[in-house]
């Protein structure tokens, strides 16, 4: 990724499709669980790679173009929750919940884990959700992580331990049959 992200910023146009291409998914992924909506990950999504192309000429590689990317990401989901925050709010409908859940995909395999994934990682601090996805989901190095984060690399251990042990709690008490109480 990183050689491709160094040849793009010749103007080699087949470097920068492989260079898109190959940090599409991870920052995808990451946009929509930073931003915890799935339905409008696309824009900060597009917005990380105009970005990133508008100042590839400035990346010199000192950390790998995957790590880079996903730090524009972050500053990207950050802009647009500002943006999406100074607007109003409008709905079609009173019952904008239900119109959400009747538009989403079922019986798709693995659905109910991953609504019970994002569910339990929407419940997790931000700075803690931050540091498990880029380090559990999409397997980021913790230095990678911390540089991304901008914060030390303790404190992304420290952030992936409590959130680690926050889930599994959550998923310890949501297995307890109703009316059970901890040993």
């Known amino acids: 990724m990183t050689a491709w ?13 492989h260079f898109v291409r190959a940090l599409h998914r991870d920052v995808r992924r990451y946009v ?36 880079w990317s996903l730090s524009i990401a972050r500053r990207a989901v950050v802009d647009s929750i500002r943006r ?10 009173d019952d904008w919940e239900s119109a959400a859940e009747r538009v989403q995909p079922r019986g798709l395999p693995g659905f109910d884990d991953g609504i019970a994934l994002a569910a339990l990682l929407a419940a997790l ?3 803690r959700r931050q540091a498990f996805v880029l380090t559990q989901v999409l397997g980021l190095r913790y230095a990678e992580a911390a540089d991304v984060s901008e914060c030390p690399v303790g404190t992304v251990r ?3 331990a409590r959130a680690r ?3 599994i709690a959550w998923l ?6 109703a009316g059970a109480t901890a040993a």
Do not use: I, N, Y
């Open 5 to 17: 992200a160094l040849a793009a910023r010749t103007g080699d146009p087949q470097a920068v499709d």
């Open 125 to 127: 601090p931000d700075d």
């Open 32 to 67: 929509t669980f930073l931003g915890a909506d799935p339905q409008s990950a696309d824009d900060p999504t597009q917005d990380t790679f105009l970005r990133a192309l508008g100042s590839l000429h400035r990346f010199e590689g000192r950390s790998s173009a995957r790590t």
């Open 158 to 160: 420290s952030r992936v």
């Open 84 to 93: 999406d925050s100074s607007r109003p709010r409008t709905a079609a409908t």
């Open 165 to 167: 042990t926050s889930l």
């Open 172 to 177: 310890h008490d949501a297995e307890r049959p």
